[in-house]
Structure formats: structure tokens, C-alpha cells
């Protein structure tokens, strides 16, 4: 039978594609944050050469498209390098490159929040610009980078549902199937909708919570 309604098993397969989006977004999260967080750092230090390509870089893949970012990749990088790129992994180098741009902005700006005259009294005190970075900004930073950051990190949930387009079987893409075997396409993409919604709001509902236990041990208790 081509039509046919709905089952039990598709919610099983709903569940399976939310999967595949949650661990790709976990994963790009990870690796996008510490390569956006080492990029910071090198243009704390002022590395040469380095930092300017750093920041054009960064320009380049926020300012473009992650489609047209995920079709270079899948398609571009084999005919340019003769090399196999599977969907997943290109997938996993494009949301992790794109997030790590994010990242970048976030924490320079984070950085550059601080005081100058909080990073020359510790200097003055002796600290190393190792030990400046650690114990003066990066706390202080943090504090400042959160709520971007969960911000940040939400959209980029929300765009793991462009990686059905170069065959990567994840909610999406099981909506789509869905939806040509049963031609309700209300109901599915309100389904597919719904679990992105649910699996959003649980990340911020999680960014919410950590960013108040940041500010309760962080805020001002007197002397």
C-alpha cells in the first residue's frame, strides 16, 4: 500500500530522528564552543597574522548561509579534495565550524567587557597574563557570554534541520517520509514542529537554570 495512516512505530521514528538532531547538536555544540572559545584566546594574546584570519573567518561563516555552508562541504570538499565526505560528517565540520563563529563573537565581546583597569591591577599584583586570564576574566566573562550564548544555542538546534537536504535521517527528514506515506501533512509537520518546540524550550529552560545559579553565587553578599 503507498498511503497508509499512521501507526504506533511512527512515534518511534519520530523519537529516533529527534535523536539524531539532539546528538548532532550536542556534539557541534561541544567542539564549536571549544574552538570559538580558543579562537578568543588566541586574539586575547594578540597572536600574529593569526588573529585577523581568525576574525575573517569567523565573518565569512556567519554571515553566509549554513545551507549553502552544508552543500559546499557534502558536495564541494570531495570534487576539490578527492576525499569521501559522508552526510554526518559533513554535517558534524559545518554546524560545529558555524557555531564555533558564533562562539568567537560571543566570547571576544565577553572579554573585552572587562575592565582594563581590573586586568592592570592584576597585573600589578604579579599574575601572569595566563593567570589574568583565568582568574580575572574568564569567571567574569562567563558571567557575561551566558544568556548569548543559550540564545546561541537554541537557534543552532533549531538549524540541525537543515542536514535532512544532504541525507542525513533526522526528524526532519522522518517528517518528510511521513508525510508522502500518509498526505497529512498538518498533522506530521505539527508533530515534527512540537518536538523541535519541546527539545528548544529544554535547552533554554536549562540555560535559564544554570545562568540563575551562576548569578546567586556571583552576586554582591556585603562585607
Known amino acids: 500500500m503507498r498511503f497508509a495512516d499512521f ?12 535523536g539524531v538532531n539532539v546528538a548532532l ?15 578568543s584566546i588566541m586574539r586575547y594574546y594578540h597572536v600574529p597574522v593569526l588573529g585577523e584570519l581568525i576574525t575573517f573567518i569567523s565573518e565569512l561563516l556567519k554571515n553566509s548561509p549554513v545551507l549553502v555552508q552544508l552543500f559546499l562541504v557534502f558536495f564541494g570538499l570531495p570534487g576539490l579534495l578527492h576525499v569521501r565526505v559522508t552526510p ?3 554535517a558534524v565540520i559545518t554546524l560545529s565550524a558555524n557555531t564555533a563563529a558564533f562562539i568567537y563573537v560571543i566570547a571576544v565581546s565577553a ?23 583565568r582568574h580575572v576574566v574568564a569567571p567574569q566573562a562567563a558571567a557575561f557570554a551566558l544568556g ?8 543552532q538546534l533549531q538549524v540541525t534541520s537543515l542536514i535532512s537536504v544532504i541525507g ?8 518528510n517520509i511521513l508525510n508522502m506515506r500518509t498526505l497529512k501533512p498538518f498533522i506530521v509537520w505539527t508533530a515534527v514542529g512540537l518536538l ?15 545562568e ?12
Open 148 to 155: 548569548p550564548l543559550v540564545a546561541l544555542l537554541v537557534n
Open 168 to 175: 542525513v535521517v533526522d526528524l526532519t527528514k522522518i517528517g
Open 196 to 210: 523541535y518546540y519541546a527539545a528548544a524550550k529544554l535547552v533554554a529552560w536549562l540555560g535559564s537554570r544554570f
Open 111 to 133: 572579554i573585552e567587557s572587562i575592565g582594563r583597569d581590573q586586568i592592570e591591577a592584576a597585573r600589578v599584583f604579579g599574575l601572569s597574563r595566563w593567570q589574568v586570564l
Open 7 to 18: 501507526t504506533p512505530f511512527d512515534l518511534v521514528l519520530l523519537a529516533q530522528g529527534l
Open 88 to 90: 554526518v560528517t559533513a
Open 212 to 223: 540563575k545559579r551562576l548569578r546567586v553565587h556571583s552576586a554582591w553578599r556585603g562585607l
Open 25 to 39: 547538536f550536542l556534539v557541534t555544540s561541544l567542539l564549536g564552543l571549544v574552538i570559538g572559545i580558543g579562537w
